[in-house]
């Protein structure tokens, strides 16, 4: 049998490339995961998320807000200017003034396009595996560029030199001076398999209005919810892909 | 003639004493020995790893565990900053005895918190 020229060259072609992938024949590396009994991880597959009912939110209720401040030791300055928020109560009023106020909860999106992530020069913003947008304070240089990028407003940055609180949480670190933070999703407690401390406060206070889940699990109540009810994110247009979603806006 | 000579002589003299005194002033921090420090010993143990490897390797050990556990989400509890005061129960009588002879400041302690 004689072969021609090409066939010869796509022969040695495809064998080369065999021998290049066929070792390892990982395209793709599977991600890691630990599987230690005491450790808590980020697992990859999950997407967390947000379903906000702003029907069941009312003006006079913070529990949210406290809860937050008391679980992540974030300091109260009485600065306007310069305080720190994870979680801000917002008003939104109709300006024909068809519509009554409603009430509800902005905090950080935890985008799946997050552009906070994309403008951060250390890359200290990240996005984990389980969805989470996070801040690397080790590497964050407070340039504060991704507090410019985040419609939500939802990033701020630690002006002053805080001391922990006396009763402070020691799972979460006390703020350095100069570096940027902002809502984690309570990223330690749902490493442990417990929700934020938002969404419990509001449970505690017989509210019930923040719900929390994995958007990828379809049992969970959040993904059968957001099927079921009608729902916004907010700047939905921005194309940001927000995991907190609103309903009754 | 014989004077100006015996003044350089007495200057060369002054002079050399002059140096042997400046080298010793000098040579004083390696000729004596400052006390190594005396960290508190653990109240249990063991470590989470062998103790002589963590005294030489504890802050690469501790900056590997920090990307982990901050990027990756992979969060050991036996391994992680606050599980340290299980054993060493007080900073001021471990961490900071031998970051102070070392005259070392790391700034793990700016943000995070060791338990009493």
Known sequence: MTMDRRTVLGLGGAIAAGVALAPGLHLFAAPANSTSPDSGSAQPGKRWGMLIDTTRCSSDCTACLSACRTENNVPLYGDPDRDIHWIRKVELRDQNRRQLPVNLPVLCNHCENPPCVHVCPTAASFVRHDGLVLIDKHRCIGCRYCIIACPYKARSLVFYKTKPPRDANPNVPIRAAGVVEKCTFCAHRLDEGKMPACVEACAKADKNAMIFGDLNDPNSEIHQRLLKEKTQTIRADLGLKPHVHYKGI | ?116
């Not at chain 2, 420090?37 to 504890?58: F, S, T």
């Open chain 2, 1 to 116: 003639m014989k004077s100006p000579t015996s003044l350089a002589g007495r200057l060369s003299r002054t002079s050399f004493l002059i140096l042997v005194l400046f080298v010793a002033w000098i040579a004083t921090p390696f000729s004596v020995q400052a006390d190594p420090p005396q960290p508190e010993k653990a109240v249990r143990g063991p470590c989470v790893r062998d103790a002589e490897w963590m005294r030489r390797n504890h802050m690469d050990f501790l900056k590997h565990k920090r990307e982990e556990t901050v990027r990756e989400g992979i969060a050991v509890k036996s391994e992680s900053f606050l599980s340290c005061a299980g054993c060493h129960t007080s900073r001021e009588r471990f961490c900071d005895r031998c970051h102070a002879y070392a005259a070392v400041s790391p700034n793990c302690f700016e943000c995070h918190q060791y338990p009493k």
